[in-house]
């Protein structure tokens, strides 16, 4: 604990000292943190297979909706999955969401305001969701085999470039394990 009788004695090495802890402050929100959950109960046969890219009705609105989905794509075709235009050609439908839209402040879920880009403050608050269903299982058609949610606040002028680094951090190492939890550090945005 701070001995404040001290300042008084040296007021030069508190001010010092709250000047560290100020940048520390700084420097942790700045940088910022994605934490990240999902799971995968791919079996070990999912490489060499197919996927179809579905968009959900609460991304209706989300102008950055196809550059996004193209992000996703080419890590799952990267990683030895197979990208076709039908669900009936496919194995796999991959949906994705994300809240926030270009540093608008409007959700893109539900068309719900999420006031999380505060103008002026530079600051942003991202969540990022994808889900991989089984399309071969009709009789079970909300089976899911991944799913995987990031959460990021970060200062920065580019929300885009955050969603961008919570799909990375979701992707990385895919599928990963039945059930995980970690956290990155987020890449410099700017």
Known sequence: MLDLGRRRQNPGRMLTVFAMLAVMAVSACGGGRI????????????QKTTF???????????????????????????KGLARVDAPSQAKYAVMFSYDG???????SEGGR?????????GKVERTVSIALFDLSRPDQPDEKVFGGRAHCTAETTNPNAVVSALIDAILKDFP???????????????
Not at 37 to 43: E, F, I, Y
Request: a negative charge; zero cysteines; glycine letters at 8%.
């Open 35 to 46: 934490e990240v959950a999902r799971m995968a109960v791919l079996p070990t046969d999912a």
């Open 52 to 78: 179809v890219m579905v968009r959900a009705k609460s991304q209706d609105r989300a102008k950055d909706y196809p550059k996004f989905a193209d992000q996703i794509a080419t890590q799952l075709v990267a």
């Open 101 to 107: 839209d270009g540093g608008t402040g409007d959700s």
């Open 113 to 121: 305001r999420s006031g999380r880009d505060k103008k002026g403050d």
């Open 176 to 190: 990963g394990k039945a059930h995980e939890t970690y956290s990155v550090s987020l890449p410099d945005l700017e």
